[in-house]
């Protein structure tokens, strides 16, 4: 039963730009008859997200590398689940922005149908959203000194 549980998940994972497109699209036209429940339904891969970066965080903390400095190694327990499948956190990072793309056209439409809890709404998924691309892919989000370490690491693996 796990085994087929972690089959699904990872296809999920890799489905998941699809299904954040297919949401927002729904999520749109729904917002045009009932904005309230367009925001439900452009949470559905959210929701999904939160589990996979739950999931992440029970991916092992990796033993430290003698021949990184300190700092890579705080760098590779910190985005762990990222160094152990990066491809699967740009998909993951990519649908969570794609989740805040869908927002803004969601919110106008729901304002404008006089829908103003929207904008509350609309701030709570961004809160839950913004901090998952970072956890996804740190890539995109890191300081000058983060961005020295992470090419430090990925000197070692291909080096």
């Not at 299904?19 to 949470?43: C, D, E, K, L, N």
């Amino acid at each position: 039963m796990f085994a087929r549980l972690m089959v699904l998940m990872m296809l999920l994972i890799n489905l998941i730009i699809p299904i954040q497109f297919v949401s927002g699209i729904g999520a749109i036209v729904t917002a045009f008859f009932h904005p309230g429940i367009a925001y439900a339904v452009v949470s559905i891969p959210l929701v999904f997200l939160v589990l996979t970066w739950l999931w992440g965080k029970a991916v092992p903390i990796p033993e430290p590398i003698p021949e990184l400095s300190d700092a890579a190694n705080a760098l590779r327990r910190k985005f762990r689940a990222y160094y152990v499948s990066p491809i699967t956190g740009r998909n993951c990072s990519g649908a969570a922005s794609g989740i805040m793309m869908f927002l803004l056209p969601i919110t106008i439409i729901a304002c404008v149908k006089g829908f103003w809890w929207s904008l509350a709404i609309a701030a709570v998924i961004f809160i839950f959203t913004a901090p998952l691309q970072r956890a996804f892919n740190p890539t995109h989000f890191m300081t000058s000194e983060e961005e020295q370490t992470h090419q430090e690491i990925l000197d070692h693996v291909t080096g």
